[in-house]
Every structure is written in structure tokens, then in C-alpha cells.
């Protein structure tokens, strides 16, 4: 991909950002449900909407799709590999600032949470040289996926366009849980984290999780709109 292309592409990824940073959850699979600003379409049902935000391009699947990308040492790595009881799937760039503001938090998930079985995955959908570079320069050490057009269509695997960061959290089935469209704040990821958690054990339906998820993060974003200056 031209380096042209790339930043065509990051304009339209940031003006999504901007538009449409929130959380996507998911109601019970199979019922029809209505397409507001901060609530995905279902697996498997149609973004065709007037009210569907613009960054979603189609339904988010019930569970994650794989696709294999180049890794930081060269050789591609399948999604499917990270076999992980929690995983959290990151999309990102380097360009992007609120990608790069998220990676501490994510690093930090991942030290705290890795003896509980999380594992955060990094797809960097940029130029190789550039992910290599940033991140040695800030010590990256979560695993990474590398791709220009095939990172594009790994994207677009989640039913996500024109939205950067946006992350993905499945359970040990492989689920999708909860999908972060724009920058991930740590009280929204933990909570997250802790129903994927109850739904492992057992202790929680994943379409029980899913509501509890989508309202908690309503109640936190509001928080924050509250305390943020006018």
C-alpha cells in the first residue's frame, strides 16, 4: 500500500474515531435489535440502517473470525493460535494518538491479568518498518500482528471500518463479548474483563454479559462527560 493511500485512509479512520467513540455490545443472538449510537448491530444482522453508525460496515460476528498476519520476528501468526481463556484483540497504528495512549493500559492488563488467563494481541495495521521501529523505541511486549491491505481486511473481518482504535474482548469459546470503538479507559476494560471472567467459570450467560456490559459503560462514559470540561 502507497504511503499516499495510507494517509487518505487515516484521515478517514481518525474522522470515525471522532464520530463515533463507544462502547458495542451485543443483545441475544438471533433477535432483531435496534441500531443506536453506541450499541452494535448483531451477529450475523444487517447495519443497513439509517441509524447505523458509520463505522460499522456490516454485523459483528458472533465469534472471532481468524486470519494470519506477519508477526514482529517475520513469520505470520493465525488469531487462532492465542489459546488464552480471555483475549483482548487491539487494532491499531502508529499514527493514531489515541492507539498509542492505549497501549500502556493494555501492557498493564496484561501483567496483571496474565496468571487469571488474559492475553492481549496487538494488530498494528500499518507499514512494518514503522510498527518495528515504535515499538522498540517504547519496549512493546505484547505479541503483534503486522498488516497493510491484509490488516485492512482483518478489520474489516469484525464488521469495523474507518474506526481506529477499536478493541475486542472474546471469552475461551471465542465468543465476542464486548467490542471498544475509540480509545479503551481502564475502569471500561476491567469490567470487561471481570464478566468474561464470571462467563468462563460458568457463573454468568454471555447474553447476560453483554447487557450488563453495555450499560455499565453508558454509565461510564456519562461519568465522564460529567466531569470533563464544558
Not at 16 to 26: K, L, Q, T
Not at 99 to 122: K, N, T
Request: overall charge neutral; aromatic content about 6%; proline content about 7%.
Amino acid at each position: 500500500m502507497k504511503k499516499s493511500t495510507i494517509l487518505v485512509i487515516a484521515v478517514a479512520v481518525m474522522a470515525g474515531a471522532i464520530a463515533f467513540v463507544a462502547i458495542r455490545s451485543f443483545l441475544e443472538p438471533k433477535t432483531p435489535a435496534s441500531v443506536t449510537s453506541d450499541i452494535a448491530p448483531m451477529p450475523g444482522a444487517s447495519a443497513a440502517s439509517a441509524s447505523a453508525p458509520a463505522s460499522v460496515a456490516r454485523a459483528i460476528p458472533e465469534v472471532l473470525p481468524d486470519f494470519s498476519l506477519a508477526t514482529l520476528e517475520g513469520p505470520p501468526r493465525a488469531l487462532s493460535s492465542f489459546q488464552q481463556p480471555s483475549l483482548i484483540v487491539n487494532f491499531w497504528a502508529t499514527w493514531c494518538a489515541p492507539c498509542r495512549r492505549e497501549i500502556p493500559l493494555l501492557r498493564q492488563l496484561r501483567a496483571e491479568r496474565a496468571a487469571r488467563g488474559v492475553e492481549v494481541v496487538g494488530v498494528a495495521v500499518d507499514f512494518r518498518e514503522d510498527v518495528i521501529k515504535y515499538a522498540k523505541e517504547i519496549g512493546l511486549d505484547y505479541p503483534l500482528l503486522i498488516g497493510e491491505e491484509d490488516g485492512v481486511a482483518a478489520a474489516d473481518l469484525f464488521g469495523v471500518s474507518t474506526a481506529f482504535p477499536f478493541t475486542i474482548f472474546a471469552d475461551g469459546q471465542r465468543r465476542i463479548v464486548a467490542v471498544k470503538i475509540g480509545e479503551l479507559h481502564g475502569d471500561e476494560a476491567n469490567f470487561i474483563l471481570d464478566q468474561v471472567e464470571r462467563i468462563n467459570s460458568g457463573k454468568l450467560p454471555v447474553e447476560q454479559a453483554r447487557v450488563m456490559i453495555r450499560d455499565e459503560i453508558k454509565r461510564l462514559d456519562a461519568l465522564r462527560a460529567e466531569k470533563s470540561p464544558s
